[in-house]
């Protein structure tokens, strides 16, 4: 098969449920592939794909690069809420932006939280025992998936209980920018940007009068000399967080459970083991990335392993085949939580490498053994349907019985 037939097979429902075969497919013609079309290149290769990722020459989509796209982005709320964020900037802003807001989302900022997450995770099992107690079946994504990560970044950031199943809608609006589709998806996500942008704006105020011990107080307490966020970068980083940190780890919780429930022997060995979890997510992490793509664009003539990719031009990024490059895992298809040196891509990798990895991890880490020591009984009650999107990829029903 060609590479534009593959990436035509990619772009089918099929394709995106089961991208693999045809990841396959592209590490057989080597890492990296010259496209046409909205694309230069794709970049699956793993040691190319860090090479990449690690090029300061390849650029996250920024205002400047959006501007020749879509002149008229900045009508839209949505975008300029995104395009101030540290995920849409590069350099030296980035690298500013960035150092302010990682100075205070630290690992004793995420370590403290873990009680939380244990007490998060403890009540929604408890839901889903009552639900499940007569051999129902219960959706694993709704009472669980979803749930967890909002209430943990609700946490983080200080967004009382009562306003955080409000922000759901918000945020998937918001994110739907990102995807492919018509200008419908526009008034939604600019109504959502200025309700958030709102709500934060209310958020900063109150608690620059009565601070308290979260994100929200640290982020804006900063003075007002040059190195401090500005009001509009502080609530694009607020927005951002949520937006970034929410829906991938619901996909981590959703992809990771049907690998086990697919490896009843794994699964058995965790519950006995609950020690062996962090390599247990990380292997979830990168067998089935929650974001399988990203994209960078070039302003200069440059190159990929002799691919030319020409100023202007965008590659795409595809993390979630690196992480199954034969080259640098044996058989990559397997399920094998043992793998020694398994750094996976899901988390990108260079400058804008996830912040949120740590935090991620450790609610991953503190939630699967809980489930399966909770529920001995627990099973897969029917086909999972899945999201069609390879920029997220994970469930939205994940039916499971627990009795
Ligand atoms: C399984 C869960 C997660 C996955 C798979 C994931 C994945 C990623 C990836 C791939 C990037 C970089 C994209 C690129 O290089 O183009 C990224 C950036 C980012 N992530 Fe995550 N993420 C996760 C969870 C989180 C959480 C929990 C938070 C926050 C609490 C978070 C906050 C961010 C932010 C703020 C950025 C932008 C960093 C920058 O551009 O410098 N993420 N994430």
Redesign the pocket.
Same mark, same amino acid.
């Not at 891509?345 to 990895?357: D, I, K, Q, V, W």
């Given at each position: 098969m060609s590479t534009a037939a593959t990436f035509q097979a990619l772009r089918t429902e099929e394709g995106r449920r089961n991208p693999y075969p045809h990841y396959a497919a592209l590490h057989a013609t080597g890492p990296v592939a010259p496209l046409t079309g909205s694309y230069a290149a794709s970049v699956h290769g793993y040691d190319a794909v860090c090479r990449v990722?690690r090029d300061p020459a390849f650029r996250?989509l920024d205002a400047e690069r959006l501007s020749r796209l879509m002149p008229s982005w900045q009508e839209h709320p949505s975008l300029t809420v995104l395009m101030n &964020? *540290?995920?849409? !900037?590069n350099g030296d802003q980035?690298a500013r932006? $960035?150092r302010l *807001?990682t100075r205070e989302?630290t690992a004793r900022r995420v370590a403290a939280l873990a009680d939380t997450v244990t007490s998060q995770v403890d009540r929604l099992l408890d839901g889903i025992a009552e639900l499940g107690a007569s051999g129902a079946q219960v959706d694993f994504m709704k009472e669980f998936a979803f749930p967890l990560?909002s209430n943990? *970044?609700g946490e @983080?950031l200080g967004v009382p209980a009562e306003d955080r199943a409000w922000f759901q809608p918000h945020v998937t609006a918001i994110g739907a920018v990102l995807d492919a589709g018509g200008d419908s998806k526009y008034p939604p996500a600019d109504k959502a940007a200025a309700e958030l942008s709102a709500y934060f704006a209310d958020l900063v105020r109150q608690r620059r009068q009565d601070p308290r011990d979260d994100l929200v107080t640290l982020l804006s307490a900063a003075g007002e000399d040059e190195d401090t966020l500005t009001h509009e970068e502080l609530l694009s980083?607020l927005v @951002?967080?949520?937006?970034?940190?929410?829906e991938? !780890?619901t996909? @981590?919780l959703g992809n990771g459970l049907e690998v086990l429930l697919r490896h009843p022997a794994a699964a058995k060995r965790l519950r006995e083991q609950p020690e062996l979890a962090a390599p247990y997510v990380d292997e979830f992490?990168r067998l089935e990335?929650? =974001?399988q793509l990203?994209? $960078?664009w070039t302003a200069v003539d440059t190159e990929i392993e002799g691919v030319a990719v020409p100023a202007g031009s965008t590659v795409l990024?595809l @993390?979630g085949a690196a992480n199954r490059d034969p080259a640098r895992f044996p058989e990559p298809d397997e399920f094998r939580p043992d793998r020694a040196d398994n750094a996976h891509?899901?988390? &990108?990798?260079? =400058?804008?490498?996830?912040?949120?990895?740590l935090? !991620? !991890?450790t609610? =991953?880490q503190l939630a699967f053994p809980r489930l399966l020591a909770r529920f001995p009984g627990l099973a897969l009650a029917g086909e999972p349907v899945y999201r069609s999107q390879l920029t997220l990829r994970g469930h939205t029903h994940l039916p499971i019985t627990v009795a």
């Open positions: 990722l996250v &964020s *540290i995920m849409f !900037t980035h932006k $960035r *807001i989302f990560p943990v *970044i @983080l980083a @951002l967080v949520f937006n970034a940190g929410f991938t !780890t996909h @981590l992490l990335a929650p =974001a990203t994209t $960078r990024v @993390l891509l899901t988390f &990108s990798a260079g =400058a804008h490498f996830c912040p949120g990895a935090l !991620t !991890t609610e =991953a």
